[in-house]
């Protein structure tokens, strides 16, 4: 356990507004069907069925199970270190010198005499 890290650790920060908008979600779906924030209570009796319909949560769990599973997978959950090099140059420098007897010749003067095209 001691080699187990995440690639990304910055994503795990996208677990605070997802806990925020499931906790918004969750706030709503228990506040569905609650009719008597809405009607009087003489009248609750007359308007709601005799047996409350069963809350059904899978769809909400699920959700909650794939957005934590997509927050960790995008996190990059591993066990190998790589070496990671702090600076690598990626342009190469090369630099050419001839020294051989041809060099030694002597150049050729430039005309300025010639007339522009």
């Not at 779906?29 to 007359?46: A, F, I, M, R």
Request: hydrophobic share 50%; charged share 15%; glycine share 2%.
């Amino acid at each position: 356990m001691n080699e187990f890290h995440f690639i990304r650790p910055e994503w795990l920060l996208a677990l605070i507004p997802s806990l925020i908008i499931l906790g918004f979600a969750w706030r709503k779906k228990l506040s569905q069907g609650n009719w008597s924030t809405v009607c009087d209570v003489e009248l609750l009796p007359y308007i709601l069925q005799e047996k409350p319909a069963k809350a059904n949560h899978r769809h909400f769990f699920a959700t909650a199970l794939a957005s934590l599973l997509t927050i960790i997978a995008l996190a990059g959950p591993t066990w190998q270190r790589l070496p990671v090099p702090v600076f690598r140059n990626a342009s190469a420098l090369v630099i050419v010198l001839d020294l051989s007897r041809s060099m030694d010749a002597t150049d050729i003067t430039q005309s300025f005499n010639q007339s522009p095209l």
